[in-house]
Structure formats: structure tokens, C-alpha cells
């Protein structure tokens, strides 16, 4: 640690040693001022902790380089916390993370509580969540009311339940797109959630959109957790491939490059039922918050815009059993009944990776019933869409610096293939059991979905954590990143 700052609590200090901390003052609205001394032309990075057992994060838009005579500041927002840690570090090079690193940090599980009131409770829940300063989740709840909650992860992460933290809130206020008529219960659901400075964002999609309406997804919450707070949106996105159907989902923490051009965070979505507009392969943008004409723009850093141009042929690395090597490259091609189900762009103090998990059918593919198909039944059943013989779950990671060549126009963004595949769990065509090669659990045909907060990520696996005969939660992973 280059320097350290103490912001609140009983008084202000400061540890300092290369690079040097020179002066620290507290301003109005809890703004900090930190200045320092560095070696001219080296960039840094100032970082922010609540809460010295948990890992720094990096804060928005904190990379600074010195100066000619190494001179270095920031104004830092302390956000309300009654204290605040920062210190400062060299910005180095960072080692594209691996499976391996998210494996070597596993640090256990635990389950989301069934926190019935009323109508509103976490089952059902799609697992769409985000991580606050608290160290708390806020989650989706049942998706035909829309609420969220606090859950409080269990202090031994052994599989134990969490537990609820406040009241059910809705965070968007109601808010629905220009010309929304209405339909059926949980028909326009929360896509994603993220905190960033003071703000929650939101993005709401439809989740059968037949039409392919393109309709507005994007939103933010500001004000208290207890419901007491104001939303705006909703907005669309000014992107020739930015559609609803590609961009009202999942949300993730922009790099700092990004951050450093004026995009405040990432957003995706794949894989919705209706339009098939979205569904040939991952989708993710850079998303600048300033809103003109009601539109928010964006720049294009994943994308399979048309069947023509659908996802990679990908073949995980740990996918070796004579089925997979039998049937190559069949099940290696995309299929538009696969399903992105969230991605993130992770950046730590030494790695950095985008992780896309996913989803895909196996053997034989159709849509109908699942007893229609031309070879086994979809070994899940349910009703009419898209099925498959078999399922496998699977993580992929890009490598940030080819997606930032998207970025740049040195490449188009429908060419990129993930530097790591690996399979999560499979359920070969005739199989009567799922393998699982991970810490998830559950089913092949699974939807997961993630938070990063510092070096912290949690993966919600929707349904999995069994609550009675009749319903169940999500079942959680925590993660602590390299």
C-alpha cells in the first residue's frame, strides 16, 4: 500500500511513504481532498474501503497520472459513510483472469431466506442482484411483484441461509416505458442492478417481447434503502444495436479506461423469449449516464446483431468426454435456444477478464413441445419453446484487451471468441443425472447471475436453494477475487 487515508470516526489521519500523501482536507458535502507527490509521468489509482476487512475498490474515475513536477489529486466523494479508508497505488499491468484464480478464491455458499410478507418473498426469484456498501445484497423478489430486499450474507458460509435487512422495496417506482400498456403479471421484469456512487442503477425489459418493440430500459434510484427514495427513466440507448432486446439486462462496473472516456457502465441482454432480435450470441455495451433527448449513448463492445453473424463456436476446455469429442463440432456452434444469462467486466489490482456465463442445448434441437423433438425428450420437460436433448452450463471468459480492440474500431465486435471455456454442469443427451465439474449445484439449464463489489464476487443460481414442497430461492457463491 503506496498511502492510506482515514476519513471520519474520531478524527483524520494519514500513513504515507512512496508515493506520498502531501495534504488531505474535507470539504463541503463530504468531499475529501487528497493530494500527493509522485514520479512525473507514472499513472496511480486511488482506492476506497468501508470497512478495512473487506478488499479496496477502485473509485470512479480515480485514475490520475503526475504531473510534470509530480504533483497528483483527486476530490473524492466519501459517500455519506459515517468513515471512509482510500489509499493510493501505482496503476500496473494487469494478468487476464482465469477459472482457475475463481476457483483458487471460492469462499463458500449460503441461501437466499424465503423473507415471505404478504405476497412479496425471494421465491421464484430470478437471482438479479446487487452488492451495497453494507456488505448486503439487494435482491429481486418473486417476479410478479416488483420488489426488492436486503439479504444479509451468514457470517459461516456453509450453505446456511442469509437474512432479510429492512423492508421490500420497489426501486423503480413504478416505471414503465413510453406507451406501455400493461400485461401480465411479471411481464416487465428488473434486469439488472448496480451501485455506483450514491446511485442504483436499473435496467426493466419484457420478457416475451414478440413485437420487438424497442422499448426505453434504462433507469436509476437515488435516496434511501427503505423505499424513501426517487427513481428516474426510464431511457433508451442511442446504438444501431443497442435494442431493448439487447441491452435491458444484466449490469456490470465499466473499466477504468471506460471510465476514463465518459461511460459510467456496461449493459447486456440475451436470450429473452419473443423477437429473435438478441438471441445469436452475447451482447454488451459502454453506457454513458448524461441523458439528451431522452436517450442515453452508448458505445458497442459485445454484439451478434443477426442470425449471419451469431455467437462462437466454443468448445470448453474440460469437455473431453467421448460424447463431446463424438459429437464436435455440432455442439460447439450456437443455437438460439442458448442463453447468456449475465456478464461482468472484472478488474482487480492484478487481473482483469470479462466473465459471460451460459447456457446452451445439447444433441438434437427444436422448438414445440419437449416431447416433439426428433431424438430423446428435453430431459426437463415444461411446456412449449425451445429444447434440446441434453444442457451444459458453461463460463466464458473474453480478454478485456480484445474487447477494448471493439471499442477502439480496430475490430468488429461480433468476431470475438472467449480466451477460456470452461463446462460448469452437463446433462449428456439420455442422461438421467446432471455432472457438475464446479461449486454449482443445480441444473444444466440454469440461470446465473453476478456482483462484483471490490474483490468480491457473488453468483446467485436461481431456485436452487429448496425452501418447501412447493417453492424455493436462489442459492448463492461468494468469491474473493486475486
Keep these: 500500500m503506496a498511502g492510506l487515508l482515514a476519513v471520519g470516526g474520531a478524527g483524520t489521519g494519514w500513513g504515507q511513504s512512496d508515493p506520498e500523501i502531501t495534504n488531505v482536507a474535507v470539504e463541503a458535502s463530504g468531499v475529501v481532498r487528497l493530494d500527493g507527490v509522485a514520479p512525473a509521468g507514472e499513472r496511480y489509482v486511488m482506492q476506497s474501503a468501508y470497512d478495512l476487512a473487506q478488499p479496496f475498490a477502485d473509485v470512479t474515475d480515480s485514475t490520475r497520472t503526475a504531473r510534470v513536477d509530480g504533483a497528483v489529486g483527486w476530490l473524492l ?47 421464484y426469484s430470478s437471482g438479479v442482484h446487487a452488492q451495497l456498501t453494507n456488505d448486503n445484497l439487494l435482491v429481486v423478489g418473486h417476479p410478479y411483484y416488483d420488489r426488492q430486499a436486503q439479504v444479509q450474507l451468514p457470517a459461516i458460509l456453509d450453505g446456511r441461509e442469509g437474512s432479510l435487512v429492512g423492508s421490500w422495496i420497489d426501486i423503480t417506482k413504478g416505471l414503465v416505458p413510453a ?182 442445448g445439447l444433441g438434437q434441437t427444436w422448438y414445440g413441445l419437449p416431447d416433439n423433438g426428433p431424438g430423446y425428450p428435453d430431459p426437463y420437460g415444461g411446456t412449449s419453446g425451445f429444447h434440446a436433448e441434453g444442457w451444459a452450463l458453461q463460463a466464458w471468459i473474453y480478454d478485456p484487451d480484445e ?28 442422461s438421467s443425472a446432471e455432472t457438475h465439474y464446479s461449486f454449482f449445484t443445480g441444473l444444466a439449464v440454469s440461470e446465473l447471475k453476478s456482483s462484483v463489489r471490490g474483490n468480491r464476487l457473488v453468483v446467485l443460481q436461481a431456485g436452487e436453494h429448496v425452501i418447501n414442497e412447493w417453492e424455493s430461492t436462489p442459492e448463492g457463491y461468494v468469491f474473493d477475487l486475486p
Design 77 to 123: 466523494d466519501a459517500g455519506g459513510a459515517s468513515r471512509a479508508f482510500f489509499r493510493m497505488k501505482r496503476a500496473g499491468t494487469k494478468s487476464r483472469l482465469t477459472w482457475a484464480d475463481l476457483e483458487a478464491g471460492f469462499a463458500g455458499a449460503f441461501g437466499v431466506p424465503l423473507a415471505e410478507s404478504g405476497n412479496y418473498r425471494f421465491s
Design 403 to 430: 474487447v477494448m480492440e471493439v471499442y477502439r474500431g480496430e475490430r468488429v465486435p461480433w468476431n470475438l471468441v472467449p480466451a477460456e471455456a470452461v463446462l460448469l454442469t452437463e446433462r449428456l443427451p439420455s
Design 179 to 360: 406507451g406501455w400498456t400493461g400485461g401480465e403479471e411479471g411481464s416487465l421484469l428488473v434486469g439488472g442492478m448496480l451501485l455506483i456512487t450514491g446511485r442504483l442503477h436499473f435496467t426493466k425489459y419484457e420478457w416475451y417481447n414478440g413485437a420487438g418493440t424497442d422499448w426505453q430500459t434504462q433507469g436509476y434510484y437515488t435516496g434511501g434503502l427503505d423505499g424513501s427514495g426517487s427513481a428516474s427513466g426510464l431511457w433508451a440507448v442511442s446504438n444501431k444495436y443497442a435494442h431493448h432486446s439487447r441491452v435491458g439486462g444484466y449490469l456490470s462496473q465499466a473499466p477504468q479506461a471506460l471510465r476514463d472516456a465518459g461511460y459510467t457502465y456496461l449493459a447486456g441482454l440475451e436470450g429473452i423469449s419473443g423477437a429473435a432480435l438478441g438471441r445469436w450470441g452475447p451482447n454488451l455495451f459502454a453506457i454513458n449516464s448524461t441523458v439528451t433527448n431522452g436517450r442515453l449513448r452508448a458505445a458497442t463492445l459485445i454484439c451478434h446483431p443477426e442470425e449471419a453473424l451469431q455467437g462462437p463456436s466454443v468448445r470448453c476446455s474440460n469437455a473431453t468426454s467421448a460424447w463431446w469429442v463424438a459429437n464436435r463440432p455440432a455442439n460447439e456452434a450456437w443455437w438460439i435456444g442458448n442463453k447468456v444469462t449475465d456478464i461482468k467486466w472484472i478488474e482487480t489490482d492484478t487481473r482483469h477478464g470479462v466473465v459471460c456465463f451460459v447456457y446452451r
